[in-house]
C-alpha cells in the first residue's frame, strides 16, 4: 500500500519569504511522486512530478521539489513566495508502473502574508 | 480546448434523493476517476475505470455508483445510502498507465438540505 503525509495543514509565509511545504511518503514499490496546486472552487492543476529520470524536480510557477530516497521525503520549494502562490497543494504517489490511482496527501493550505 | 467538464458546478439535493454528476473528456483518455473532497480529508478514491464497460472500487464506494458506457462519459450518481453526501466531487482522467498526468475538472459541489 502506498500513502503520503503532509506535514503541516496550514503554512503561513511572508511575501518574499521561501516556501517550503512537506511530504513523506510510504511505499513498498519505487514510487512516482506528483504535486498538485489547488485554487478555491477549481480543481486541481501539476505543478511537477518525479518519475525516476532525475531526483531534483523544476515545476510551473517556479517551483521545485526533490526526491530523497533514504529520507522518503519530496517536499516542495519555492525560493521567494507570491501572493499568487496562496492555494491549497496536494503531494501524491503512485506506482511506478502507473497502473495504481493516485493517493493523495490531506493538502497543505498556504498562506501568504503581505 | 481538450479538457474535462463536470456538471452542475454547484447542487442541491433533499434527503433521500438520487443525484447524478455528469463528468465528460475529450481528450481521448482511457482512465476516469472520481474523487470526494472534504475540509481537512484531501482527495479519497470513490470510483475508477480504466477501460469502457469496466470500473473498480475505490476506498470510499459505499453509497455511490457508476457506469462507463462511452470512453469520453463517467457519470457518478450519489444515492440515497450515502450517509453523508455533502462534499467537493472532482472527476479526472489519464492517458492509460505510465507516468502520464491526471487531468482535473473543475469539481462539482454537492450540498444537501
Known amino acids: 500500500a502506498q500513502s503520503v503525509t503532509q506535514l503541516g495543514s496550514h503554512v503561513s509565509v511572508s511575501e518574499g519569504a521561501l516556501v517550503l511545504l512537506r511530504c513523506n511518503y510510504s511505499?513498498?514499490?519505487?514510487?512516482?511522486l506528483f504535486w498538485y496546486v489547488q485554487y478555491p472552487n477549481q480543481g486541481l492543476q501539476l505543478l511537477l512530478k518525479?518519475?525516476?529520470?532525475?531526483?531534483l524536480v523544476k515545476g510551473i510557477n517556479g517551483f521545485e521539489a526533490e526526491f530523497k530516497k533514504s529520507e522518503t521525503s519530496f517536499h516542495l520549494t519555492k525560493p521567494s513566495a507570491h501572493m499568487s502562490d496562496a492555494a491549497e497543494y496536494f503531494c501524491a504517489v503512485s506506482d511506478q508502473r502507473g497502473n495504481t490511482p493516485l493517493v493523495f496527501g490531506k493538502g497543505t493550505r498556504l498562506s501568504v502574508i503581505a | 480546448d481538450g479538457g474535462i467538464t463536470q456538471s452542475p458546478k454547484y447542487l442541491f439535493r433533499k434527503e433521500g434523493q438520487n443525484v447524478t454528476l455528469s463528468c465528460e473528456q475529450n481528450?481521448?483518455?482511457?482512465?476516469m476517476y472520481w474523487y470526494r473532497q472534504d475540509p481537512g480529508q484531501g482527495l479519497r478514491l470513490i470510483y475508477y475505470s480504466q477501460i469502457v464497460n469496466d470500473f473498480q472500487k475505490g476506498d470510499i464506494a459505499e453509497g455511490y455508483s457508476v457506469s462507463r458506457e462511452k470512453k469520453e462519459s463517467f457519470p457518478l450518481t450519489v444515492t440515497s445510502a450515502q450517509k453523508n453526501p455533502t462534499a467537493f466531487y472532482l472527476c479526472?482522467?489519464?492517458?492509460?498507465?505510465?507516468?502520464?498526468?491526471?487531468?482535473f475538472g473543475e469539481g462539482s459541489r454537492l450540498t444537501v438540505l
Open positions: 481528450l481521448n483518455h482511457d482512465a
Open positions: 518525479y518519475t525516476s529520470a532525475a531526483t
Open positions: 511505499s513498498s514499490v519505487p514510487p512516482y
Open positions: 479526472a482522467s489519464k492517458q492509460g498507465a505510465g507516468t502520464g498526468e491526471l487531468f
